[in-house]
């Protein structure tokens, strides 16, 4: 179990760093001096997905291994030799089981909030604020209809409203 651990404490670290450098890829993008429109930085509603999955997958796998190093730091010394089972270093058992088990409720907690606060983070960062374009360069016969007061249609006099 020790590689294990050692493999989730690896792919713990990568989550949590991927998931502060798309919350602050605006900061990467300018000093990386990419292009800000491509960027794999910009936080979208695929990457808040993404970044909620990882976080409650990461979240379960801490809890699993706080429950288990916990089971085993209770452990008893037996008098027959049992190939996988060694009762030693209670301590270092312990303070996995510590350490996991705050991990956990950092995910779970951090979930939560990507959860909350999706819509704020993803869409908050519109890519067309600089578009200056308005509706009158599409407006049509074909998108107009013309409309009375009353919604009736009428003929060729009438005022003209989008649908």
Not at 132 to 151: L, V
């Amino acid at each position: 179990m020790g590689f294990n651990t050692f493999l989730i404490t690896i792919i713990s670290c990568v989550q949590n760093a991927t998931i502060f450098a798309v919350l602050n890829g605006e900061h990467f993008v300018s000093i990386l001096n990419i292009s800000a429109r491509h960027s794999f930085l910009n936080p979208s509603s695929f990457h808040m997905g993404a970044m909620f999955g990882a976080s409650l997958g990461v979240s379960v796998i801490n809890l699993i291994i706080s429950i288990y190093f916990g089971q085993m730091s209770r452990c008893q010394n037996s008098d027959t030799d049992i190939p996988q089972y060694k009762c030693e270093y209670k301590g270092a058992m312990r303070s996995i089981w510590f350490f996991a088990g705050l991990l956990f409720w950092l995910n779970a907690a951090l979930a939560v909030l990507i959860a909350i606060g999706k819509d704020e983070l993803a869409l908050g960062r519109s890519h067309y604020e600089d578009i200056s374009i308005s509706n009158d360069e599409f407006e049509s016969d074909a998108t107009r209809q013309h409309i009375a007061g009353d919604g009736r249609q009428q003929g060729s006099q009438a005022t003209y409203e989008m649908v």
